[in-house]
Structures are given as structure tokens and as C-alpha cells.
């Protein structure tokens, strides 16, 4: 009865891992028409001024619509598309749209991008950009690339070229996710960052929980200074947080309460108007996430 038990178990596992494997080929194939199909979107979320309520830029969320599954979070087909060499293509799709939109606001707003690990450290990156300012006629510096530390684990020479390459260009560096992953404070030295965005985890309650959250965010900001950076605090959603962020010294603040990620349309009056309430969901509210 025992082995018949342990044999049954064996035969469900293998069962249940076949109908996951399936299922990410399926969605793999699915992402793989997404672009050409038109179901890809770009969503921007308002980023904010500490001091007042004055739009700084916007981040460019890409967004996928998919025929039968309804919308799928990047968190779910980012990590797809870099295992299976579709990054680069919809990095692409996502720099060139965001652009687009761009070049209907003000100047003075800006427009950041994420770039996976995987774009970043492919050397045509440079060219790419490049190309993409110039097509739209975007002032480099209105562009803040977003990299998380993951660029820095093919730690190569490479890598330190494409930092100094998109410099000279004239476009800025984030450091996306800051405190999760592979932090090191090594990083911070070696590359020419201009923005530190402290991540979400630090940020979202920490009016009303852990103490230390406060004494963290205290501590980037330092740094970050001294160093001659902005910070940006993401993932604040009310009063209390962005009360404290901006006791804290946090040069901006992105999160639902200035505005979820929302479509072009919205995004454009947002950014003609230069201002956003802290409130958001009743002005800017997006679709569907
Ligand atoms: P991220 O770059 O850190 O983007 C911020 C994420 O936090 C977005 O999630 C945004 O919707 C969410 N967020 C912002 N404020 C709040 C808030 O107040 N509360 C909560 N709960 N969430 C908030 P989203 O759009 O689902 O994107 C998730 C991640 O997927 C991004 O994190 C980024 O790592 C990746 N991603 C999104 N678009 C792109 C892209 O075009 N290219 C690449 N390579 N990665 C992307
Ligand atoms: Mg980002
Ligand atoms: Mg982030
Ligand atoms: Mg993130």
C-alpha cells in the first residue's frame, strides 16, 4: 500500500509539473505574436516632486493585453521574455513608444524606461537609445534609464563601457529596486548613477509599521546625497507614507497615491497640467491592471 501511495504521489508531481511546463510553453507562445499582435501597451505612472505636487516625469509600465487571459503582469512575462530572447524586442517597443508620448509633454517632464539586465548588457544598447532620442528629438537628459543590480552580475568590462557610453550620450541612470536583490553599496561607487529609487518594501506602510523601514530610508537618502544623487520613494499610497517620505528628505515619490500606471491620454493631461493631486484613485484611475 505504501509503494502503490508513494507511486501515486510520484505520478501526480510529474502530472502537475507536465501541466506547468505546458502552460509556460503555451504563454511563452502566446508572448512570442504579443508585439506583432498589437496587444502590448505602455502605461505611464506619475512621479512626483517631494517639495509640492509638481510632476517630475513619468515612468513607462509596459502592459500586456492577452486575447483570452485578460491583462498579464510584467512580473509574470518580464522574466518569460528574458529567457526566451524576446526582451529586447518589446525593451525596444516599450523605448520607442514612451518616447513617442513624450515628445507631447513639456520639456521639462521627464520620461523613465526599465531596461532588463539583459538589454543593458548587450553593447548595441547604446545605439539603440541613441537612435530612439534622435528619431523623437528628446533631450537625452529627459530620459532616466531604470536598471536594477542585475546588470552588474555579468560584472564585465563591458559593462562598465555601456555605463560610460549612455553618460556621454546624456541620459540618466536610476538605480531601480534599491535594497533588494544583489545590493551592494560597491555598485553605487562604480557607476555614475543619478537617481537611487528606493524600493516599495521600504516604503509602503512605514508611516504606520516597522520602525526600522524609517531608519532605512533615513540611511539611503544620506547616502544618496552625499553622493549627489536623487532618491525617488516608490510605492507610497497614503498620506501617512508620503507625510514621512517627505520628512525624510525623499526627493520624489511615485505610487498610487499621485496616480496608478495609466494610458497615454491621461498621462498627457496629467503632464500638460504638471501637477497631480495627492489622492489619485479618484482622478487618475488606469483601466485595468
Ligand atoms: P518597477 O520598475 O519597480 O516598477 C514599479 C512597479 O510598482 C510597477 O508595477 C507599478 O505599477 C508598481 N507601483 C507603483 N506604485 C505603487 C503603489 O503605490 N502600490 C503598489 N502596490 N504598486 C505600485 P508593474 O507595472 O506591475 O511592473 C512590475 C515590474 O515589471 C517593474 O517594477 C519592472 O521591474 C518590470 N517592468 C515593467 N515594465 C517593464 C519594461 O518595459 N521593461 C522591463 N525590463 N521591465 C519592466
Ligand atoms: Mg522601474
Ligand atoms: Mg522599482
Ligand atoms: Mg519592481
Known amino acids: ?81 528574458e529567457e526566451c530572447g524576446m526582451i529586447a524586442k518589446i525593451g525596444e517597443f516599450v523605448l520607442n513608444q514612451a518616447m513617442a508620448e513624450a515628445a507631447n509633454w513639456p520639456d521639462s517632464v521627464r520620461i523613465a524606461v526599465n531596461l532588463s539586465p539583459i538589454q543593458f548588457n548587450d553593447p548595441a544598447i547604446v545605439d539603440v537609445v541613441g537612435a530612439a532620442l534622435a528619431e523623437h528629438k528628446i533631450r ?46 560597491g555598485y553605487l561607487k562604480k557607476a555614475p548613477f543619478d537617481k537611487i529609487k528606493i524600493d516599495q518594501s521600504f516604503v509602503r506602510g512605514a508611516a504606520s509599521t516597522a520602525h526600522r523601514n524609517t531608519a532605512i530610508i533615513r540611511a539611503i537618502v544620506t547616502l544618496a546625497e552625499s553622493l549627489g544623487m536623487d532618491t525617488t520613494a516608490e510605492g507610497v499610497e497614503t498620506h501617512d507614507d508620503l507625510a514621512l517620505i517627505r520628512d525624510l528628505g525623499v526627493s520624489q515619490v511615485q505610487g498610487y497615491i499621485f496616480g496608478k500606471p495609466a494610458p497615454s491620454d491621461q498621462a498627457r493631461t496629467m503632464a500638460n497640467s504638471m501637477r497631480v493631486e495627492a489622492d489619485g484613485y479618484s482622478c487618475v484611475r488606469a483601466p485595468r491592471q
Open 140 to 185: 537625452a537628459n529627459r530620459l532616466e534609464l531604470e536598471i536594477t543590480e542585475g546588470v552588474f552580475l555579468a560584472d564585465s568590462d563591458a559593462t562598465d563601457d555601456t555605463f560610460a557610453r549612455l553618460k556621454s550620450l546624456g541620459v540618466r541612470l536610476a538605480l531601480d529596486d534599491f535594497g533588494t536583490g544583489y545590493s551592494s553599496l
Open 1 to 81: 500500500a505504501a509503494k502503490a501511495a508513494g507511486r501515486g504521489k510520484h505520478m501526480f508531481y510529474e502530472a502537475s509539473m507536465h501541466s506547468e511546463a505546458s502552460d509556460r510553453q503555451v504563454l511563452e507562445n502566446d508572448l512570442r505574436q504579443a508585439l506583432d499582435r498589437g496587444e502590448m501597451w505602455v502605461a505611464y505612472q506619475p512621479i512626483v516632486r517631494t517639495a509640492g505636487e509638481e510632476i517630475s516625469g513619468f515612468e513607462a509600465l509596459v502592459r500586456w493585453n492577452h486575447p483570452t487571459r485578460g491583462p498579464v503582469s510584467p512580473d509574470r512575462f518580464i522574466a518569460l521574455a
